[in-house]
């Protein structure tokens, strides 16, 4: 009973922890186009700031939150919508702070241009996105786009794996999520004890463990 | 496979490890969508899978062993298995580009560059090579197949093996190469052993990979195995002949301590 670790104290607690930023993203994810592969922002607007706004859906939660400010002002609008629910913002400059027109879509150049913080870099995402208007097909590889910038950022910008014997590059929150599952658990030899006994307690929700 | 973790904390050490094993298992079955009964055998990689087939299937000089030409090497070494029993085989011929004339083939218990005189024989539909070769009724056959050759990236039919299979073959799938680029669905496409390596679906870990086998295949290949160690066994009885093998089937191939 060499891998028998446990003591008389509390048991530890070994779990995955799901919410942590270790976790490893699916594809189903990016398809909801988390945080860090948010399309970029028009280029002639933009008042949204990136970093502030938490889902697609935190324009309408903005507001939401100006109409129902109660330091605000009377306005003209609040006749307009004296109900709780929200209703579509008018385009009036006072009481929204933010520009609607831009429609946010996942954008296939997520994963290739850097945000724009620069004119030069805003005259080449222009260059690409022009690109994408002239070859539209090569918007449909976003999904690779998105994944290299997420998990495979060891890769150089300029630089391409190709495999033909069948060798895929592990992304890097594999690596990240073992690490930390293997410094956090005690693992011991499945034949110490009877691993169809362990299988029956957990399907019944009994504890064998002492 | 973390999302699916529904671990009790009190779980440690050997019982975490087989926790942690059944659902790396089910999560095995579930993404190849494997029928219910089906068994995940952990091996070193996907030559390890297919050489545990391979070396417990009891070939005889009655039935035929098929395979590709375009097939990896650890598909082709089963052959040296096959002749050890005197099983003859019977390769499925190769187009110039690669993969599986499915309707041609030869008896071939010569040298490989005697094929190449026999590429252009045409054998009818009705007189497919599986049919040529099927076993007599209650003989053990094998079929092997390559599901993506990896010498020149075909990816034959695999509703091949089901026909096969019908014909009284084993059917063994090397899914090494297909797996990473495919989807493999094995209720849709029943293969009696599928052989995968873990790291060329997503390059970590290496060092593992999986024998899935279909209801009923373990159960009959574990007698079969010529050998024993560590706790593929559950009896032995010594000095004598008795052993008991282990009664999970995963178990009863995997080598560990």
């Given at each position: 009973m060499g891998s028998n670790h446990s003591r008389p104290t509390a048991p530890t607690v070994v779990a995955i922890d799901t919410s942590s930023a270790l976790r490893p993203r699916s594809l189903k994810r990016l398809k909801s186009a988390p945080h860090s592969l948010r399309p970029l922002r028009p280029l002639e607007s933009a008042s949204v700031s990136r970093s502030s706004s938490p889902s697609y859906n935190s324009l309408s939660e903005k507001h939401v939150v100006v109409e129902r400010d109660p330091s605000r002002k009377p306005h003209l609008c609040d006749c307009l919508a004296p109900h709780d629910y929200w209703q579509p913002p008018l385009p009036t400059k006072t009481l929204l702070p933010v520009t609607v027109s831009a429609i946010y879509l996942p954008s296939p150049t997520a994963g290739l241009l850097p945000t724009p913080t620069s004119t030069q870099r805003t005259q080449s995402d222009a260059a690409y996105l022009r690109f994408l208007h002239d070859y539209p097909q090569y918007s449909s590889s976003w999904h690779v786009d998105a994944l290299r910038?997420?998990?495979?950022?060891?890769?150089?910008?300029?630089?391409?794996?190709?495999?033909?014997?069948?060798?895929?590059?592990?992304?890097?929150?594999?690596?990240?999520?073992?690490?930390?599952?293997?410094?956090?658990?005690?693992?011991?030899?499945?034949?110490?004890?009877?691993?169809?006994?362990?299988?029956?307690?957990?399907?019944?929700?009994?504890?064998?463990d002492p | 496979m973390a999302d699916d973790l529904i671990l009790n904390h009190s779980i440690r050490s050997s019982k975490l490890s087989a926790a942690l094993t059944a659902t790396a298992r089910a999560a095995v079955l579930s993404f190849f969508n494997a029928p219910p009964g089906s068994t995940v055998v952990f091996t070193a990689n996907a030559s390890a899978a297919l050489?545990?087939?391979?070396?417990?299937?009891?070939?005889?000089?009655?039935?035929?062993?098929?395979?590709?030409?375009?097939?990896?090497?650890?598909?082709?070494?089963?052959?040296?298995?096959?002749?050890?029993?005197?099983?003859?085989?019977?390769?499925?011929?190769?187009?110039?580009?690669?993969?599986?004339?499915?309707?041609?083939?030869?008896?071939?218990?010569?040298?490989?560059?005697?094929?190449?005189?026999?590429?252009?024989?045409?054998?009818?539909?009705?007189?497919?090579?599986?049919?040529?070769?099927?076993?007599?009724?209650?003989?053990?056959?094998?079929?092997?197949?390559?599901?993506?050759?990896?010498?020149?990236?075909?990816?034959?039919?695999?509703?091949?093996?089901?026909?096969?299979?019908?014909?009284?073959?084993?059917?063994?799938?090397?899914?090494?190469?297909?797996?990473?680029?495919?989807?493999?669905?094995?209720?849709?496409?029943?293969?009696?052993?599928?052989?995968?390596?873990?790291?060329?679906?997503?390059?970590?870990?290496?060092?593992?990979?999986?024998?899935?086998?279909?209801p009923g295949i373990g159960a009959w290949l574990r007698e079969k195995r010529p050998w024993f160690a560590g706790g593929t066994v559950e009896v032995v009885q010594v000095p004598g002949t008795v052993v008991g093998r282990a009664a999970a089937i995963d178990e009863a191939f995997e080598v560990s301590v």
């Amino acid at each position: 009973m060499g891998s028998n670790h446990s003591r008389p104290t509390a048991p530890t607690v070994v779990a995955i922890d799901t919410s942590s930023a270790l976790r490893p993203r699916s594809l189903k994810r990016l398809k909801s186009a988390p945080h860090s592969l948010r399309p970029l922002r028009p280029l002639e607007s933009a008042s949204v700031s990136r970093s502030s706004s938490p889902s697609y859906n935190s324009l309408s939660e903005k507001h939401v939150v100006v109409e129902r400010d109660p330091s605000r002002k009377p306005h003209l609008c609040d006749c307009l919508a004296p109900h709780d629910y929200w209703q579509p913002p008018l385009p009036t400059k006072t009481l929204l702070p933010v520009t609607v027109s831009a429609i946010y879509l996942p954008s296939p150049t997520a994963g290739l241009l850097p945000t724009p913080t620069s004119t030069q870099r805003t005259q080449s995402d222009a260059a690409y996105l022009r690109f994408l208007h002239d070859y539209p097909q090569y918007s449909s590889s976003w999904h690779v786009d998105a994944l290299r910038r997420s998990e495979y950022t060891r890769l150089a910008s300029d630089e391409t794996y190709v495999d033909y014997m069948g060798g895929a590059l592990y992304p890097a929150s594999l690596i990240s999520v073992h690490a930390e599952f293997l410094q956090s658990s005690v693992l011991g030899n499945t034949h110490s004890e009877s691993s169809r006994s362990v299988l029956s307690s957990l399907g019944c929700g009994r504890r064998s463990d002492p | 496979m973390a999302d699916d973790l529904i671990l009790n904390h009190s779980i440690r050490s050997s019982k975490l490890s087989a926790a942690l094993t059944a659902t790396a298992r089910a999560a095995v079955l579930s993404f190849f969508n494997a029928p219910p009964g089906s068994t995940v055998v952990f091996t070193a990689n996907a030559s390890a899978a297919l050489k545990l087939v391979g070396e417990a299937f009891p070939f005889t000089p009655r039935a035929a062993f098929i395979l590709p030409e375009d097939a990896h090497n650890s598909v082709h070494g089963i052959r040296e298995f096959a002749k050890a029993k005197g099983a003859p085989l019977v390769y499925l011929s190769s187009p110039p580009r690669g993969g599986v004339r499915v309707r041609e083939a030869f008896v071939s218990d010569i040298p490989f560059t005697a094929h190449i005189a026999h590429l252009d024989a045409h054998i009818p539909a009705s007189q497919t090579l599986i049919d040529k070769h099927a076993p007599p009724a209650g003989t053990p056959a094998l079929f092997a197949y390559t599901g993506q050759s990896n010498i020149t990236n075909s990816k034959p039919p695999l509703p091949v093996l089901a026909h096969a299979s019908d014909r009284g073959f084993t059917t063994l799938l090397d899914a090494a190469a297909l797996a990473p680029t495919t989807p493999i669905d094995l209720t849709h496409t029943p293969v009696d052993a599928v052989a995968i390596s873990f790291y060329k679906m997503f390059g970590f870990p290496t060092g593992i990979g999986a024998l899935v086998l279909a209801p009923g295949i373990g159960a009959w290949l574990r007698e079969k195995r010529p050998w024993f160690a560590g706790g593929t066994v559950e009896v032995v009885q010594v000095p004598g002949t008795v052993v008991g093998r282990a009664a999970a089937i995963d178990e009863a191939f995997e080598v560990s301590v």
